[in-house]
Antibody, heavy 122, light 108 residues
Framework: EVQLVESGGGLVQPGGSLRLSCGAS????????MNWVRQAPGKGLEWISSINSKSSAIYYADSVRGRLTISRDNAQNSHFLQMHNLRDEDTAVYYC???????????????WGPGTLVTVSS | EIVLTQSPGTLSLSPGETATLSCRAS???????LAWYQQKPGQAPRLLISIASTRATGIPDRFSGSGSGTDFTLTINRLEPEDFAMYYCQQYSSSGSTFGQGTKLEIK
């Protein structure tokens, strides 16, 4: 069974930093690109970043580029989101999501973690 | 960046009726890489449809997707009580993705 579990969320002050982790099991992690999607309270879904299986292709949404860094460790079956200079508007549930196809196949996200809440507030 | 606009914002229907949800893109969606998700309160999204019209594994055939280019539709026939939820469309590519703002399907 595919499982994704996010961790690392919490309360952080504006301007602060936080590192989220997503642990994966039940599939060959190194075969898949991975993504982060966030959802502000009462709002819709926002894709924010993706990383391919070899970390050679990384993409960010314009709203977070320059403040967030995605990375992965295939040996640990995990990927990460380092967030810097956090703003109030970064408050959201952060989901990790896996596409349905391996390697370079273009596909939507068929597996999601339960999410971790990041609250940016003084 | 492709902007997706969903309509209506809220759709009020009764069980047994048919729901028609729309997703319009600001430019043509390449290869019809358009997906639909269902999300219930406190839960992660669930993939329903990919490539505009292909149902994901385990999705009932009451759910169907159609469209191409810039105009896409999710149709839910014979609404069941468990179908009342938020629905999002998503365009996806090799270099990123965007979601629509969502349609809330509520019980009338």
């Amino acid at each position: 069974e595919v499982q994704l579990v996010e961790s690392g969320g919490g309360l952080v002050q504006p301007g602060g930093s936080l590192r989220l982790s997503c642990g994966a099991s039940g599939f060959i992690f190194s075969y898949y690109s991975m993504n982060w999607v966030r959802q502000a309270p009462g709002k819709g879904l926002e894709w924010i970043s993706s990383i391919n299986s070899k970390s050679s292709a990384i993409y960010y949404a314009d709203s977070v580029r320059g403040r967030l860094t995605i990375s992965r460790d295939n040996a640990q079956n995990s990927h990460f989101l380092q967030m810097h200079n956090l703003r109030d508007e970064d408050t959201a549930v952060y989901y990790c999501a896996r596409p349905s196809l391996t390697f370079g196949g273009v596909s939507p996200f068929d597996s999601w973690g339960p999410g971790t809440l990041v609250t940016v507030s003084s | 960046e492709i902007v997706l606009t969903q309509s209506p914002g809220t759709l009020s229907l009764s069980p047994g009726e048919t729901a028609t949800l729309s997703c319009r893109a600001s430019q043509s969606v390449g290869s019809n890489y358009l997906a639909w998700y269902q999300q219930k309160p406190g839960q992660a999204p669930r993939l329903l449809i990919s490539i505009a019209s292909t149902r994901a594994t385990g999705i009932p055939d009451r759910f169907s997707g159609s469209g191409s280019g810039t105009d896409f539709t999710l149709t839910i026939n014979r609404l069941e009580p468990e179908d009342f939820a938020m629905y999002y469309c998503q365009q996806y590519s090799s270099s990123g993705s965007t979601f629509g703002q969502g349609t809330k399907l509520e019980i009338k």
